[in-house]
């Protein structure tokens, strides 16, 4: 089933939705499909229960982890020098925010297709990382969603029960994220390699070395 | 064996309906239970006998396998897929090229499509058979039938070894095909294990499948609706053992599953005797693929010529790649930006997701059935927490 | 005792032994395993216990499931950080004497997940460890091995002196400290008193000078 479809059925039935198609340019051909916060829950609800699409098994939850990046931008600015206005090129760097990403694969039991790929995103990494959970649609994504509340900090608004999955309730960081820094136990590597040596070397030089 | 032999228990007092005060008991069974399959831990509040609550607890073996995906290279995650579901590695091998294959778009050679189906139907043969060793030991047959499932499965694990080198851990399939060919006499050797199976499953269902304490301990205990198992994304022989008829190689008919000719067991009440049944007529249904298969296998290479091996960067994009494992549904998704290393690296572990519907299952039941309603499910905690 | 004389009291029917060697010979030989399994090792460890294998024979099939009734922690798995304290509370636990052989990659090191924020490196980092195996699994053998070892070490233990077994030694410590669940890491990280980093050649600087880099 193409996706521009589904897309243009989901606008039709669910008013007020913003849908953009996120193209895929691997082999796989896997697009998916990037849905706002807001309606959410009520896109979900259509594909699970229109008759034709009938989207009745969420597969796999995958949390994903977009950091900021620099941008370097040449910017044309008027500056004064010397008593004459001139146009001065600078380079600007911003930081852009970065999000995290939960992307849900759809199949369909009953219907015997798919998948469809959803994705949603928060709208930074650092305070504003709400999602709706999708769990009240498809319950497979119950320790799904747990699982990336506790490794990536998204936290699922309408979750019926979200602790932490793998981690112990009192830890406190995310570690899936990609700028968490693991706690320093690298005081003996018989044998080191790779990122193992440089994080051996990293302790021996903290520690004054031995 | 008692439900209580490692777990901490308190009392907490429950408002009463009569006025009076009863006491729930709260039990924490595991992680260091023998029939928890692992390091797996249940919260249990208890009214008398009977379950009144029941959660579980993860991550005592989540070993960080998607991290340290995201630091290797893509072939350099393969070993890390043996030890995910480290009964059937070689289904998980699978799985994982499946999914670089998707991604890069690589072609697999006939040959060695065969010799997937061919090990990850043995595969599946050794799982569910110790699968079944463990529920009845869960179920106290302490020693008998485990002992029987090992036998039979040091015999596939003998073939696997001499096939891969290692008994456990096989690291076989490679991006666009498999490692190693079959060594002289190997096919012989199979073909000899898989004829006498159905015999070992003929034995082993006079021994069980009639037997009256094993059809009383599980008969209409830890009932599935077909409906709550779809919402819950059950897949697998406890998805099947609910009658729903879903196996991904009829979905999706990956590698050459289109050749084949078998059937998909079906269970009609969903309860564990369902899913007992289940996984033994697939072992059945598989013995028949695999005949077919080592009929039909093709001389010829057994790598796709154009894939490198060291130095392989797919070009940037995603792929989600599933395959039936013997647990279910075991999918990888994988996100790459051209680097040598995956951006991102997501196992969809069935074990987990299966146990969603843990809690579902046992309310209302007796403590002693958690273990057996456990035990159906075939969770190994490798796969549960990464 | 004179070995010679011994067997010559053997042939005439007159069994002599000293209580070291009773005592000792009673110990290696009823090995009760705790029936625990942490990951892919213990599936390993179940496959030596079943028929093909057979641990009983070395006096070790009863596999207790309660620390109370079990002599011989066998670690067979990854220990995360969530698990570690309770691989201790268990060791803690068992009576003395007992011992603890170290089964495989990851419970010696942490073996190929040793970079994971989760993974305990090696448990001998908690609670002393008598035999450790490599391997990842170790074969069935190499566990049967590892049982070998042991009752040998258990054999030559002397009853006095400076050598005697823990549980003969007052002063000697049998339980251990149990980390608890800090805010990043396990506290402690490590139990000093137990396991001390041994010294390994790495340069702080980079450079490739010593034989370990």
Same mark, same amino acid.
């Given at each position: ?30 697009? !998916? &499909? ?5 309606? $959410?829950?009520?896109?979900? =609800?259509?594909?699970? @229960?229109?008759?034709?699409?009938? *989207? ?76 709706? !959970? &999708? ?5 497979? $994504?119950?320790?799904?969603? =747990?699982?990336?509340? @506790?490794?990536?900090?998204?936290? *699922? ?54 | ?386 | ?213």
């Amino acid at each position: 089933m193409n996706l521009e479809t589904i897309k243009s059925e989901i606008e039709a039935n669910v008013p007020g939705c913003r849908l953009l198609i996120v193209p895929n340019n691997s082999p796989s051909g896997q697009h !998916s &499909l990037l849905i706002d916060r807001e309606t $959410a829950l009520t896109v979900a =609800r259509f594909l699970r @229960d229109a008759a034709h699409l009938r *989207f009745d098994y969420c597969s796999n939850v995958t949390g994903i982890d977009w950091p900021g990046k620099e941008i370097t931008e040449k910017v044309k600015v008027k500056k004064t020098l010397d008593g004459v206005e001139q146009e001065v090129e600078e380079i600007q760097k911003t930081q852009s925010a970065g999000h995290l990403e939960a992307v849900y694969h759809l199949y369909s039991m009953e219907k015997k297709h798919g998948p469809v790929i959803l994705r949603m995103r928060t709208e930074d990494r650092a305070d504003r990382i709400h999602l709706p !959970s &999708l769990t009240p649609i498809w319950r497979s $994504a119950e320790f799904q969603e =747990r699982e990336i509340f @506790d490794l990536y900090g998204i936290v *699922f608004d309408g979750h019926p029960d979200l602790r932490r999955l793998l981690m112990w309730d009192g830890f406190e960081d995310h570690p899936m994220r990609r700028d968490y820094v693991e706690p320093d136990d690298y005081e003996y590597e018989p044998t080191p390699h790779d990122a193992v040596l440089q994080r051996a070397r990293q302790h021996l030089s903290e520690a004054g070395g031995r | 064996m008692s439900a209580t032999t490692a777990a901490t228990a308190r009392f907490t007092l429950k408002p009463s309906t009569d006025g009076g005060e009863d006491q729930l008991l709260e039990v924490s069974m595991g992680p260091q239970h023998p029939s928890t399959h692992g390091v797996f831990r249940m919260d249990v509040a208890l009214d008398g006998e009977r379950v009144v609550k029941l959660k579980p607890v993860f991550g005592y073996l989540h070993r960080n396998h998607e991290k340290i995906a995201e630091t290797e290279t893509y072939l350099g995650s393969m070993p890390y897929t043996d030890r995910l579901d480290y009964l059937c590695s070689i289904a998980n091998n699978w799985s994982y090229a499946l999914a670089v294959e998707k991604l890069a778009g690589i072609q697999v050679p006939e040959r060695a499509e065969y010799l997937r189906v061919i090990t990850g139907e043995l595969t599946r043969l050794q799982n569910h058979t110790s699968g079944i060793g463990f529920l009845l030991q869960d179920m106290g047959a302490s020693g008998t039938p485990l002992m029987y499932a090992f036998r039979e499965r040091e015999k596939v694990l003998d073939l696997f070894e001499s096939l891969t080198g290692s008994r456990m851990m096989c690291n076989y399939m490679r991006f666009g095909g498999c490692r190693v060919d079959m060594p002289a006499g190997w096919l012989q050797q199979a073909q000899k294990v898989v004829e006498a199976f159905p015999r070992f499953l003929d034995e082993f269902e006079r021994l069980l499948s009639g037997n009256e304490i094993l059809m009383a301990r599980t008969q209409g205990v830890g009932v599935l609706s077909k409906e709550l198992a779809v919402d819950a994304g059950i897949t697998g022989p406890m998805l099947r053992g609910s009658g729903v008829n879903y196996d991904i190689r009829k979905v999706d008919k990956y590698g050459i599953y289109d050749r084949f000719a078998f059937r998909v067991p079906l269970g009609e009440h969903g309860d564990v005797y369902d899913r007992y049944m289940v996984r033994l007529l697939e072992m059945r249904e598989s013995i028949k693929i695999l005949r077919q298969a080592m009929q039909d296998i093709p001389p010829g290479p057994i790598m796709d010529a154009k894939t490198k091996i060291r130095g392989f960067r797919p070009k940037a994009g995603e792929a989600y790649g599933r395959t039936e494992s013997p647990k279910g549904e075991l999918g990888f998704y994988l996100i790459s930006d051209g680097s040598p290393n995956p951006y991102r690296y997501r196992v969809r572990p069935p074990s987990l997701v299966n146990l969603t519907v843990l809690e579902d299952m046992c309310l209302g039941q007796n403590v002693a059935d958690i273990v057996i309603i456990l035990g159906s499910i075939d969770i190994v905690l490798g796969e549960v927490d990464r | 005792m004179d070995e010679k004389l011994k067997a010559e009291l053997g042939k005439q029917g007159i069994f002599a032994t000293t209580l070291q060697e009773l005592y000792n010979w009673g110990r290696k030989n009823s090995l009760w395993p705790l029936n625990f399994g942490l990951a892919c090792c213990a599936i390993e460890m179940i496959a030596t216990t079943m028929a093909r294998y057979d641990l009983a024979r070395f006096g070790a099939e009863v596999f207790r499931p309660s620390p109370r009734q079990a002599d011989l922690m066998i670690v067979a798995g990854t220990i995360t950080k969530k698990m570690a304290p309770q691989v201790v509370r268990l060791y803690n636990q068992m009576a003395e004497p007992k011992y603890v052989i170290s089964m495989g990659a990851c419970a010696i090191s942490g073996g190929p997940f040793k970079q994971g924020y989760n993974v305990l490196k090696g448990i001998d980092r908690y609670i002393p460890v008598d035999v450790y195996i490599p391997g990842c699994p170790p074969r069935p053998e190499a566990l049967i091995d590892a049982f070998i070892t042991l009752q040998k070490q258990i054999d030559e233990q002397p009853l006095t002196g400076a050598g005697r077994p823990r549980h003969l030694n007052a002063d000697a410590p049998s339980e251990f400290v149990v980390p608890q669940f800090g805010a990043h890491d396990l506290e402690p990280p490590q139990n000093p008193g137990v396991w001390r980093p041994p010294l390994v050649n790495i340069s702080p600087a980079g450079k490739n000078e010593s034989g370990n880099d």
